[in-house]
T-cell receptor
């Protein structure tokens, strides 16, 4: 089945540790996104990529990094510089930008311990 | 600044009690308004896209409508399985990503 796969579903991070969230899609979509969701908050854009080997910062990129080496994959690294990383992270993709429908993965929960 | 505001934040209905959710936006040159449903602990599921004022779309007990400044999601005779958070979103000014409202959490009791 076509879709977006995020892993792991649950992840625990120790203080000062970097962690990487995986996102893979087999929809042949060009654009991919990472959003963060906190309780009572809307989704906030971390990074997006419109094409392989190119990505742009979103509204809350500080403390995060991404790569886009393959069309299917858009991993997100939460670095130790991110002071409040506990949140629900959502990866998404679309056929392009400019108002195209975006489709989401099932999300990854990150907790700092 | 582009903004999307949803109201109410929470809505409790009895089964069969129809109501509407509101989404207002300030982005100019709208290139689509999107509605999603999100169940707890899950990613948002796409419901509808509306592109022009006056447009309507329906799916089961849900009907979405669009004016120049807002959209409504009408829920007719809801059932408990309609309980979820409903999110609306619009493209940002650059058209590079979607801006989301904070959502309306709907609870339908039998």
């Amino acid at each position: 089945d076509g879709g977006i796969t995020q892993s792991p579903k649950y992840l625990f991070r120790k203080e000062g540790q970097n962690v990487t969230l995986s996102c893979e899609q087999n929809l042949n979509h060009d654009a991919m996104y990472w959003y963060r969701q906190d309780p009572g908050q809307g989704l906030r854009l971390i990074y997006y990529s419109q094409i392989v080997n190119d990505f742009q910062k979103g509204d809350i990129a500080e403390g995060y990094s991404v790569s886009r080496e393959k069309k299917e994959s858009f991993p997100l690294t939460v670095t130790s510089a991110q002071k409040n990383p506990t949140a629900f992270y959502l990866c998404a993709s679309s056929t392009g930008t400019s108002g195209n429908t975006i489709y989401f993965g099932e999300g990854s929960w990150l907790t700092v311990v | 600044e582009d903004q999307v505001t949803q109201s109410p934040e929470a809505l409790r209905l009895q089964e069969g009690e129809s109501s509407s959710l509101n989404c207002s936006y300030t982005v100019s040159g709208l290139r689509g308004l999107f509605w999603y449903r999100q169940d707890p602990g899950k990613g948002p599921e796409f419901l509808f896209t509306l592109y022009s004022a006056g447009e309507e779309k329906e799916k089961e007990r849900l009907k979405a409508t669009l004016t120049k400044k807002e959209s409504f999601l009408h829920i007719t005779a809801p059932k408990p399985e309609d309980s979820a958070t409903y999110l609306c979103a619009v493209p940002n000014q650059a058209g590079t990503a979607l801006i989301f409202g904070k959502g309306t959490t709907l609870s339908v009791s039998s």
